[in-house]
């Protein structure tokens, strides 16, 4: 079954430095990919898609690229600040839904 | 500014309950989900759907129900809660499915069955 992981279960980072998010997943690649942020007690809030024949996208500070050969997903956010410490969470668009991986809780430490 | 509206952020419920959890968008999304999300389990799909009084099970539809009798609305049914059912429970929505869009999450219902 397709499984998608992201590797780093929490990240500490310094703010002003580029915090990048790892997600990787098995067996076929998705059409697309999608990244969220999550506050605690909150829902998940959308943050980027990028297709599967697109190589980066980026939103402000937000960057992600997609490599398919690696079967992978980079999120970055540069320039960090501690309003960025949340958790973010890869999804995969499979048969028709999304399906989530577990997230990586970033702090921004000042 | 448009959103998905859960009913209760919080609900405590006893063993053998029935519970219902409301959803209500306001964006004319055609899809609407239920996910529960678990420490270390992350958001697991209960069910879906994709038009009004239409249903598809997710990956754990087991001891739970849905109904869409409006497009803005779609309920999540504990047939006899069970404290295995404790857990954030999201609901969401997209205009379509297949992931070409973002989804709209609700701010979740923390259910505590005792």
């Known amino acids: 079954s397709q499984k998608i992981e992201q590797n780093s279960e929490a990240l500490n980072i310094q703010e002003g430095k580029t915090a990048t998010l790892t997600c990787n997943y098995t067996?076929?690649?998705?059409?697309?990919l999608q990244w969220y942020r999550q506050d605690p007690g909150r829902g998940p809030v959308f943050l980027l898609l990028i297709r599967e024949n697109e190589k980066e996208k980026r939103k402000e500070r937000l960057k992600v690229t997609f490599d398919t050969t690696l079967k992978q997903s980079l999120f970055h956010i540069t320039a960090s600040q501690p309003a960025d410490s949340a958790t973010y969470l890869c999804a995969q668009a499979w048969a028709n839904n999304l399906f989530f991986g577990t997230g990586t809780r970033l702090t921004v430490i000042p | 500014d448009v959103k998905v509206t859960q009913s209760s952020r919080y609900l405590v419920k006893r063993t053998g309950e029935k519970v219902f959890l409301e959803c209500v968008q306001d964006?004319?999304?055609?899809?609407m989900f239920w996910y529960r999300q678990d420490p270390g389990l992350g958001l697991r799909l209960i069910y879906f759907s994709y038009d009004v009084k239409m249903k598809e099970k997710g990956d754990i539809p087991e001891g739970y129900s849905v109904s869409r009798e409006k497009k803005e609305r779609f309920s999540l049914i504990l047939e006899s809660a069970s404290t295995n059912q404790t857990s954030m429970y999201l609901c969401a929505s997209s205009p379509t499915g297949g992931g070409h869009y973002g989804y709209t999450f609700g701010s979740g219902t923390r259910l505590t069955v005792v």
């Open positions: 067996n076929y690649s998705p059409a697309y």
């Open positions: 964006m004319d999304h055609e899809n």
